[in-house]
């Protein structure tokens, strides 16, 4: 699961990909913890049948919510193996790089995308000798969802016009448990898929069908697995341009088709 523990980021860069603003909100410790709850609801039968308990953690700029060591350490003493997104802008930071890169969590990753391109006023990561830091330098694929406009984008990296909604969706639907849908996205992932990013958790503790916070709401931390499955089930939402690529049978998948008739004269 994905969880957006902040869409707070003190660049406050208007090209951003996300609504992460100066103005943005961090996620309450109680929200993280309902988070969890949820997230154990939602992925513990693919658990059960041994996928492994991966939980991503961003933002906005994840290191800058104050409780960020505490989610960490929360959320790994819950059993999950934790993936943090980052611009890396903390890691010339003595004291949060040693609350981060702790050495008593070996299985730790941290993933580093400052691209800038797209980042230009993140300084730029400083290097460090630490195999669980992996830097992404250059971005390969975007999904435009936020404020980035498309005529501003570069010549590369290619545009996914949405966000991964359509995998949850038309195996919610085809499975008619949101549960199940997991699984077989988790199941992807595992062996170097997609499948990891959707649905999501917002910072304000809503549950969204794709993998950034602008997408289709479905539910709340506090949602039960019915609940977000009816959610996914009857959704209609075309915000993204998702719907307008499809072939006919793509659409009937996620219950978008519509049969036109010709009108009695």
């Not at 993140?122 to 195999?131: C, E, L, M, T």
């Not at 980035?148 to 991964?164: D, G, H, Y």
Request: one cysteine or more; hydrophobic letters at 40%.
């Amino acid at each position: 699961m994905l969880i957006k523990i902040t869409n707070y980021c003190s660049m406050g860069c208007s090209h951003c990909m996300e609504d992460s603003t100066v103005a943005g909100q961090h996620m309450t410790r109680e929200t993280f913890l309902a988070a969890l709850g949820l997230t154990e609801r939602l992925e513990g039968r693919a658990w059960s049948r041994g996928i492994p308990r991966l939980l991503l953690l961003s933002g906005g700029e994840a290191t800058e919510h104050p409780d960020a060591p505490w989610f960490l350490e929360t959320a790994r003493a819950a059993g999950h193996q934790v993936i943090l997104i980052t611009n890396g802008m903390w890691l010339d930071d003595p004291e949060l790089r040693a609350k981060i890169l702790r050495p008593d969590w070996p299985d730790l990753m941290v993933q580093v995308t400052n691209d800038p391109r797209f980042y230009p006023k993140a300084p730029k990561a400083v290097p460090i000798d630490d195999p669980r830091v992996v830097f992404v330098p250059q971005l390969t694929l975007l999904v435009t969802l936020g404020r980035l406009k498309r005529s501003r984008l570069p010549a590369s990296p290619p545009v996914r016009r949405a966000p991964t909604s359509f995998n949850v969706r038309s195996l919610t639907r085809s499975l008619r448990d949101v549960r199940e849908a997991l699984f077989m996205l988790r199941a992807r992932a595992a062996i170097g898929m997609s499948g990891h990013c959707a649905p999501s958790i917002s910072s304000d503790g809503t549950i969204v069908a794709g993998e950034t916070s602008n997408c289709f709401v479905v539910g709340n931390v506090h949602s039960t697995a019915d609940d977000v499955t009816r959610a996914i089930i009857g959704m209609s939402c075309n915000k993204c341009g998702l719907v307008d690529g499809l072939t006919q049978e793509q659409k009937l998948a996620i219950g978008e088709a519509r049969i036109l008739t010709p009108r009695n004269p």
